[in-house]
């Protein structure tokens, strides 16, 4: 098959790979398309090596059809249109995983599309419900708005409704935040943490930050009591200082998560919560994907480029 | 009635005041004994003001009689042994408190030994099994392992099978820890962290850590794979550095907890689990109260002088 290498000087080549070969209870997905993540652009860079066990390929999610299962796979069948959260291998022509992390795609999504729902949605349903313990009513700030996760999160909050403030770098992205149902939101060049602590005058209940060091005094500043903040990425450092004082008074959270690295157990329980409560609201367009762009898997360093520059709302889809 | 007053000089004083009055949901207790927690020194020297709607008289604990009932009370009655957990008044002839905040006392208990118990298993079940999420066969990390709470820590973990390592800050206080169940201990003085990390080679699962900023950075860096660190006090300060870095990729959980200013709701919710499933073990000697010294309240200042020497091992609990 064919898959996206990695060469030395960071570009993505469409290259001769080895086809995965899959376990008993593993599901083989004959990729249609692929989506980008920011994980991926770390990983190629040398910063974020896979888990032990998963493909050197890139790729955290996909969508596709099963072409072959394993003996032990009870859920999943040959010729099913699924998409999947992927451990790693998601920029090539087959892609496998353990059966628990591959799921239908909703009605009234493009198989295409469905690419672009698995690892943004997964992140947000298991941040914001399994680890922030959100309940309707919840106040949620969300860095990143514009992001990938930032525009499922919107969407989830409020379906769930709780109400959300964004940050974003230009305003034209915390328009469509708002529009898409974001209840304020605020440039990051300015001065964000200010215009939160108007806009949640007893702070915030959960925080979802893909920043780290840069907010991490100020996200504790707007956190409210028993609040809980989300650390799911360092794209502002790792670095920080800390007020015990404040975290004990008021009896905050900090909770560090990622996804990919979980076991399949965690991950297909997630994706299981997915398929029954989050999907059918697409058939009824309650939620949309949010897809910045749909391009060929060919064109993956422009693709990649788009995320670096920050230049998408949602997500980057690589057609295979 | 009777009940300590603290001077303008921060002395303890036996003096009149006012017997309190109850609520339709309260309980009036005339009190047998109530004890010292690090709390009533630190509210002592003014820096730990009382919760809203809290007595302003020292003392988060105490046993003693009933003796009148607020009309909607259900579950306690006129004359019933108990002891409570109080957000404040313990140190006087009467206290009052939500009828959930107070329990019988264990079998095989006298009524005096029953003070030492409410305020330290309260914060160790609240936090080890609420906020840790604490399972048989995880590894427990006591700091200050010879206080009220690190004692009743360390029978806890022992009864619901898991492993304990103590820091403390004389080897008598080791050896009695080790005595009482404790799997290891180290020094405060000498280099415990690299003691713990022999003693734990891939991390402990949970921290009770009533030190904070001193150990903060320390801490973090032998708590494993989705461990947690329950700060519940500030005795080495509130300032840190923090890794943030680690915290994302290890999935770790900073947990602020204090029990005190939590609602009557919650603290009734774990003083039913302390009655239903710790209590027994009080019957059987399989857990004991830990009583450093028992002395007339009206010694609150030598009282007080143990705990700020840190000469105590386990409780010290005050006659009335």
New interface residues.
């Given amino acids: 098959m064919k898959a996206i290498i990695v060469t030395d000087d960071k570009k993505l080549v469409w290259l001769e790979s080895k086809k995965p070969e899959i376990l008993d209870n593993e599901v083989l997905i004959k990729v249609t398309a692929t989506a980008v993540n920011r994980a991926d652009v770390v990983q190629k860079n040398g910063l974020y090596p896979p888990p032990p066990g998963a493909s050197d390929i890139l790729g955290l999610e996909c969508s596709g059809v099963i072409e072959a299962i394993g003996g032990n796979v009870k859920k999943r069948k040959v010729g099913e249109r699924v998409c999947a959260l992927l451990t790693g291998g998601g920029y090539a022509e087959y892609a496998s995983c353990p059966e628990e992390q591959a799921i239908p795609i909703p009605r009234g999504i493009s198989l295409i599309e469905a690419a672009s729902l698995p690892e943004v949605y997964a992140t947000c349903w298991l941040n914001l419900f399994y680890e922030a313990n959100m309940k309707g009513g919840d106040t949620v700030l969300l860095h990143a708005g514009a992001s990938g996760i930032g525009t499922s999160a919107i969407q989830l909050c409020k379906l769930f409704e709780c109400k959300t403030f964004v940050t974003a770098g230009t305003l034209g992205k915390i328009s469509y935040c708002i529009e898409l149902g974001a209840d304020g939101g605020s440039l990051r060049q300015e001065k964000p943490f200010e215009d939160i602590k108007k806009w949640a005058p007893k702070g915030v209940d959960i925080i979802l930050d893909p920043v ?2 840069e907010y ?1 005094e100020d996200n504790l500043s707007v956190l409210t009591m028993e609040g809980r903040l989300i ?4 794209m502002g ?22 996804i990919r690295a979980r076991n399949s157990t965690i991950k297909g329980k997630v994706m299981n919560d997915l398929h029954e409560k989050v999907w059918p609201h697409f058939e009824s367009k309650k939620i949309i994907p949010i897809i910045h762009k749909m391009m060929d898997i060919k064109d993956a360093n422009q693709a990649h480029s788009i995320m670096e520059n920050n230049q998408n709302i949602g997500k980057i889809v690589l057609e295979v």
Avoid at 231 to 234: E, K, Q, S, T, V
Avoid at 237 to 258: C, D, E, H, P
């Fill in positions: 780290g060091g991490f650390l799911i990425g360092l450092g790792s670095k920080s200082q800390i007020n015990l004082g404040l975290v004990l008074m008021k009896r905050q959270r900090i909770i560090g998560s990622t």
